[in-house]
């Protein structure tokens, strides 16, 4: 069982900027692959960014040039810078990992991000 911790969340001003952390509680280097996921009341959770294996990454349109997707592999941690923030990224955000691709998916508890003027 793989422990996903998420935190940084909070409330900005449209133009801020906030930086998400997922603490995974084993390795991630070897990961399959690891993203940042977002759930706006009423919609469906969609893909903001992730890794993919090989060292790939992928961006939402919605958020490319904004938010950066990073992993610090010495301290089992996944990070989601969000710049340039705006309304409508106003969401809770889930780390999601997957340590094969035959497994299924670990996702952590989320953390709400509310960008408000």
């Known amino acids: 069982q793989v422990q996903l911790v998420e935190s940084g969340g909070g409330s900005v001003q449209p133009g801020g900027s906030l930086r998400l952390s997922c603490a995974v509680s084993?390795?991630?280097?070897?990961?399959?692959?690891m993203g940042w996921y977002r759930q706006a009341p009423g919609k469906q959770r969609d893909l903001v960014a992730s890794?993919?294996?090989?060292?790939?990454?992928y961006y939402a349109d919605s958020v490319k040039g904004r938010f950066t997707i990073a992993r610090d592999n010495a301290k089992n941690t996944v990070y989601l810078q969000l710049d340039s923030l705006k309304s409508e990224d106003t969401a809770v955000y889930y780390c999601?990992?997957?340590?094969?691709?035959?497994?299924?998916?670990?996702w952590g508890q989320g953390t709400q991000v509310t960008v408000s003027s």
């Open positions: 999601n990992v997957r340590r094969r691709v035959w497994e299924s998916a670990y």
């Open positions: 084993e390795s991630i280097a070897s990961m399959y692959d």
């Open positions: 890794f993919l294996s090989g060292g790939t990454s």
